[in-house]
C-alpha cells in the first residue's frame, strides 16, 4: 500500500536538483511531496515517451489524483502526462516553461553552439551568466561543470542534431504557470502567451526577479502561489470524461 501523498515534483536533471531543496522544503511544511526523479544514461534512448511510462507507472500505485508540478524539462514532463492521464492528476504546476513547452536552456545552448564557433566550455560558461546572473569566476566554474554532466545526463527533447517540439497548448486538469520577469531563457512574453489557453480557474504568475531558476531564489514567495492555488484547485475539482478532455483538445487545437 502506497503512503500517502498530495504532491509529486518531476525532476529529470539530477545535476541540478539541489536547487529545487529550498522550494520542496518550504511546500513540505504543510504538504506530503515525494520527488520522483528520472536518470538518463549516456548509452539510453533519449525518449520522453519512456519516462512517460515510467512515471505512470510509479503513479499507478496510488488511487487518488495527485498534483504534479516541475521545473523546465520536468515541467514539460508533468504537462505531457497530465495530457494523456487527466483522471491521475489534481493540478499541474509548470516552472520555466513557455508557451512553446519545449524550450529550456539546451535548446538555447545547441542554438548558441550552432550559431557561433566556439569551445563548449566557452558557451557553457556564457550559459552561466543567462541562467545565473553575475557570479564570482570560483562559482561560475562549478556552475558550468553541473550543467557540462546535465547536458549527458538528463533528459531532453534536444539533442546536437535534432531540436525537439511540442504541441502548446493546455490541459484540462487545474493550471499554474510560473515563471520570472528577468528569464532570459523563457521570456516574459514566451510566459504570458499562455494566456489564451488558461481556463477560468487557472493561473499565471510571474515573479519579479530570480531568472531561470527563480524557484530557488525565491521559494517562499513561490510556495505562498502554489499552496494557495492547490487549495483552490481541491476546493473546486473537475469532472473529467474522456470525451470532454478530447473536446477541449479539439477546441484549444
Known amino acids: 500500500m502506497a503512503h500517502s501523498l498530495d504532491a509529486l515534483w518531476l525532476n529529470v536533471t539530477p545535476e541540478l536538483q539541489g536547487l529545487d531543496r529550498p522550494l520542496l522544503r518550504h511546500l513540505s511544511q504543510q504538504f506530503s511531496i515525494g520527488q520522483w526523479e528520472y536518470h538518463q544514461g549516456q548509452d539510453e534512448p533519449m525518449s520522453i515517451e519512456i519516462a512517460l511510462n515510467l512515471l505512470h507507472d510509479y503513479l499507478s500505485q496510488y488511487q487518488h489524483p495527485i498534483h504534479l508540478l516541475g521545473h523546465s524539462t520536468g515541467g514539460l514532463l508533468g ?45 557553457l560558461t556564457h550559459m552561466v551568466y543567462h541562467l545565473f546572473g553575475l557570479q564570482s569566476l570560483a562559482v561560475a566554474r562549478e556552475i558550468r561543470k553541473r550543467l557540462d554532466r546535465a547536458l549527458s545526463n538528463s533528459l531532453s527533447p534536444h539533442t546536437l542534431y535534432h531540436r525537439g517540439s511540442f504541441f502548446p497548448g493546455g490541459v484540462l486538469v487545474p493550471l499554474l504557470v510560473c515563471g520570472s520577469e528577468n528569464d532570459l531563457i523563457i521570456e516574459p512574453h514566451l510566459l504570458q502567451a499562455w494566456r489564451p489557453w488558461l481556463k477560468e480557474n487557472d493561473r499565471l504568475w510571474q515573479c519579479p526577479s530570480g531568472g531561470y531558476f527563480f524557484h530557488y531564489f525565491y521559494p517562499q514567495q513561490l510556495s505562498e502561489q502554489i499552496t494557495n492555488f492547490w487549495q483552490q484547485s481541491v476546493a473546486a475539482p473537475i469532472k473529467l470524461t474522456a470525451k470532454k478532455y478530447r473536446d477541449y483538445r479539439c477546441h484549444r487545437g
Do not use: M
Open 79 to 123: 504537462l505531457l502526462y497530465a495530457r494523456r492521464y487527466p483522471e491521475k492528476v489534481q493540478s499541474l504546476t509548470l516552472l520555466s516553461v513557455g508557451v512553446d513547452p519545449a524550450a529550456d536552456w539546451q535548446a538555447r545552448y545547441y542554438d548558441e553552439l550552432h550559431r557561433i564557433s566556439c569551445f563548449r566550455a566557452t558557451i
